[in-house]
């Protein structure tokens, strides 16, 4: 970090958005590189690098979600098969 603002960042920071969804956006201070996250309620600030950490972390977390439930549907599908192979219980 070459340079530090040491005001409040709204009022030393440019915002420009360079992503939005429903949930928030995402904006950088063209001066020093900071990346605003801004959800509802909450704004965080972070460092280039501490923000790609955090996309990293994220998708991480999405991906292994994911998997789970690419998982338990593979489960339930087996399940399902197995069932349906060895036909009615018979109590
Ligand atoms: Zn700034």
């Not at 590189?33 to 959800?39: F, G, I, T």
């Not at 990293?56 to 599908?77: C, F, K, P, Y």
Request: charged fraction near 15%.
């Amino acid at each position: 970090m070459s340079r530090k603002h040491t005001e409040p960042p709204e009022a030393s920071c440019q915002q420009l958005t360079i992503a939005d969804s429903n949930i928030g956006q995402v904006s950088i201070c063209p001066e020093c590189s900071v990346l605003h996250l801004a959800l509802s309620h909450v704004s965080l600030r972070f460092t280039p690098d501490a923000f790609r950490s955090l996309a990293d972390i994220v998708t991480a977390a999405q991906s292994r979600l994911d998997h789970v439930a690419q998982t338990s549907a593979a489960a339930a599908a087996a399940l399902a098969i197995d069932t349906a192979r060895q036909g009615p219980k018979l109590h």
